[in-house]
Structure formats: C-alpha cells, structure tokens
C-alpha cells in the first residue's frame, strides 16, 4: 500500500520524468526543406509528394495514395470516388471527431448515426445492420483511438447489401487487420495528417484504394478536375484540396520513424496492460482482438469502473492521477450533440434533409456512446507511449498511489463540495 501523500494535497507527484514531446523531426527533413525551398517546386506533384505517395502505398499495402490538403476533404472526396451521391444515406459511428459526420454531410448524404462497440469504441456492426435502409450506400468505420473496427462484420455487411466501405483511418496509420492495412480493406481509405497524430506534416491527409476508377476519381476531385497526367480535363467537379511540397517532405520523415515508433508503442502498450491488470484497479485497457496483427495507437483505449473506483466519479479519479503526473483524458464527445457542430445553424446543410425526418441528431441518445463518453471512457495520448520504460512504470506507480487512497481522494472532493455550498 502507498499512503504516501497524494500530489492532489500538496504531496510529491509520482511522476518526474519529463512526457514525451510531439511532433517529432529529424535533420534529414531539414535538408529536403532546403532543398524544396530552393527548387521552386513548392506545389503539383512535386518529387517528394510522388515518391511519399508510393512509399505510402507501398507501407499501407495498397496501390495508389494521393495527397489531400486535410483529413475532412479526404472524406468527402473519398466518398464521393466510391460513388456517394446527394440523398444517399451513410453510416458513421457516434463516436468519432466531427469532421466523419460532417464529410459525410458536406457532400449531401444523410449521415446517419449508430452506435459504438463497448470494448472497443469502435461502430457496432449490429447496430449498422439495424440503420440499413434501401437508400444507404456506404458505411464508414473509424478506427478509434488504439483499437479497430470489427472489419470482419463490417465487410460481410458490405458484401450482404452491397454498400461501399471508406475507412477512416485518421488514427491509426500502420494498423493491421489479420496482416492487412488498415485503409486497405475497404473501398477507400481516409487519413488524417494533422499536428496531432501518428503522421504528420502539420495539416494535410491521403487517400488510399486499389481501384483505378476510384483513383481517377478521387485526384479530379481533390485537382480541380485535372486527370493524375495534369494534362487532361477529368469529367468530375473538383477542388483545390491540393497539398504542398514542403509538408510532403515531413511526411516523408515521419513514414521513415514510423515503423520503429509503431512498434515502441505496442510495446509499452502492452507494458501498461500488464502493469494495470496487476494493479487491478479501477482502470484497465480495452481488450486486443487477435484479429488485429498491427495496432497502431492514436491514444491507447482504456474503460474507467466507477464501482471498482468506491463511487468516485471519472473526472475526480482524473484530476488525483493527473496531478500525480499522468495525464488521461476523455473521449470526444458524441457527434451528434458536438458543441462544435453547429447543425441547426441556418449555415448548415442539416434543416433541409431534417424535414424529411432522417435523424433528428439533437435528440439522439445512444446508449452505449452515453455510457462510454459519460461515465466509462479514457485516453492516453500516443505521444506518452514513446517514454522510455522508467517513464511508465513511473506512470503506473501514479496510478498504484491514487487506487491506494482513493477514499482520501473521495474524502477530499466531499469536503470541497462541502465548502462550496
Ligand atoms: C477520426 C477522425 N476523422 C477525421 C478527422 C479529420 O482530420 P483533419 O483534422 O485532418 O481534417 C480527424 C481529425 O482529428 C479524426 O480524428
């Protein structure tokens, strides 16, 4: 037992060593930088972005990647190549960042909603079957946080009713699907390249695919309507959704670390597993499904028990671990109740497709999303699983110290509640 003074009341924090920084570059990006300074080359298909194209397909283990400006327009465009046309209906999963909801939107689709895997925070390929209507054309898993979609169920769903599957695979660049890459196993790919995750240039994103039409379609869109020679006039209303020289070159960087960083990650994902079963606390990490030969990890997944915690509420158990030094979070909020998503602003494409009764988005309440966003979900961040091995163990000694005191931690927060009335 650890009844040493808990940081949330003035004692020493468990945790000394420094959190990993990200992003992370190297000198070799720095002398590409100069070099595309100096060339004149800054944009259209410049010598990195062709070569990180195919280093990048060659990586996710499909035959074409082209390079977008963002991961929101990845998935528009990715939607639209696989042949999504206005009042058709999409699936996305309540658990997700905006942009999945509102690509789907922003295009013309009715978005519709379902709702998540309690292991795993991924779509619930149930829950997807029972929104399935004779107007739905695609479904999009997102790969969330450190655990996969079950691609299994999603694509005999797909083969059942004949939709198209865009993953998006904005977090987890690398993952593996019994051997397969994530961004690989469906119609399209989706990839998000923004400060935040696992590859990054700053802002930007890719699509992926092996299909040659989806291909075509997808650079026209993304090229203001140029065919991939840049010489030819496709038949597709594009964009400029382009991306520049110079963040091809970071990308190019990052893909160089990535294999060494992907497997450092797993390790010390799995280092953290341990630590926590042994712990047997009131956190653990979501389940590995065997199926998943790769995991990449945006943040690593983790269930918080409020009963194993003595009642102590989610976001007091996290202010006592976080002043011990280790930072978890919580999930995004559901998507269809964002505060960021202004749906019923005049600006937005919603009211029209309301009238016609789809989803009413406000009055949503899934479930299993509630349960996990409310009371269930935590994170850590992927940048922490790049610490050295002290690091972690200095992190589950946090961890050990606050499940030793949690009724001081709870005696702690009655007492302010007290105060404050
Ligand atoms: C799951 C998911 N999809 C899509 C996106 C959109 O990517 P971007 O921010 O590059 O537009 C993000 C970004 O955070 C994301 O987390």
């Known amino acids: 037992m650890n009844k040493t003074k808990l940081a949330l009341m003035g004692g020493v924090p468990a945790v000394s060593i420094p959190a990993p920084g990200w992003p992370i570059s190297g000198e070799l990006e720095v002398a590409w930088m100069e070099g595309v300074v100096r060339s004149g080359q800054w944009s259209w298909l410049g010598p ?181 020679d840049l010489a030819t006039p496709g038949n597709h209303y594009g964009h400029n959704y382009r991306m520049t020289e110079m963040q091809a070159v970071l990308l190019r960087g990052g893909l160089r670390r990535l294999p060494e960083h992907l497997k450092i990650r797993e390790e010390n994902a799995a280092r953290l597993a341990e630590g926590m079963k042994k712990l047997n606390g009131p956190v653990r990490t979501a389940r590995r499904d065997e199926r998943v030969t790769r995991q990449s990890y945006y943040a690593l997944t983790l269930h918080y028990d409020q009963k194993k915690a003595l009642g102590l509420l989610r976001n007091q158990y996290l202010a006592a671990l976080a002043a011990e030094g280790f930072p978890l979070g919580t999930p995004y909020l559901p998507v269809y109740r964002h505060p960021l998503l202004n749906l019923y602003d005049e600006t937005s494409p919603v009211p029209y497709r309301e009238k016609e009764g789809i989803q009413k988005y406000r009055e949503l309440l899934l479930p299993v999303t509630e349960q996990v966003v409310e009371k269930e979900g935590l994170v850590l961040m992927h940048q922490h699983l790049l610490g050295p091995k002290e690091y972690l163990d200095q992190l589950l000694l946090a961890m050990a110290k606050v499940n030793d005191n949690l009724t001081r931690v709870k005696n702690y927060f009655q007492k302010i509640k007290g105060e404050e009335k």
Request: one cysteine or more; aromatic letters at 8%; charged letters at 20%.
């Open 48 to 228: 990195h972005e062709r070569a990180f194209c195919s280093e990048f397909a060659q990586f996710i283990g499909c035959r074409y990647a082209l390079l977008l400006c963002n991961g929101t327009v990845t998935l528009q465009c990715a939607l639209q190549a696989v042949g999504v046309k206005p009042g058709e209906e999409v699936i996305v999963p309540a658990l997700t960042w905006v942009a999945t909801l509102q690509a789907a939107l922003d295009i013309g689709a009715r978005a519709v909603v379902v709702d998540i895997d309690r292991e795993t925070y991924c779509l619930d390929p149930k829950a997807a079957e029972k929104a399935i209507t004779s107007r739905t054309k695609a479904i999009i898993p997102v790969h969330l946080y450190g655990c996969m979609a079950d691609m299994d169920a999603i694509t005999s769903l797909a083969k059942k009713y004949s939709l198209k599957i865009v993953e998006d695979v904005a977090h987890q660049h690398g993952s593996r699907w019994k051997n397969k890459g994530a961004g690989s196993l469906g119609d399209a790919g989706s990839f998000s390249f923004q400060q935040s995750k696992v590859l990054t240039c700053g802002e930007g994103g890719a699509i992926t695919c092996n299909e040659e039409e989806v291909y075509q379609k997808a650079f026209c869109l993304k090229h203001v309507g140029w065919k991939p």
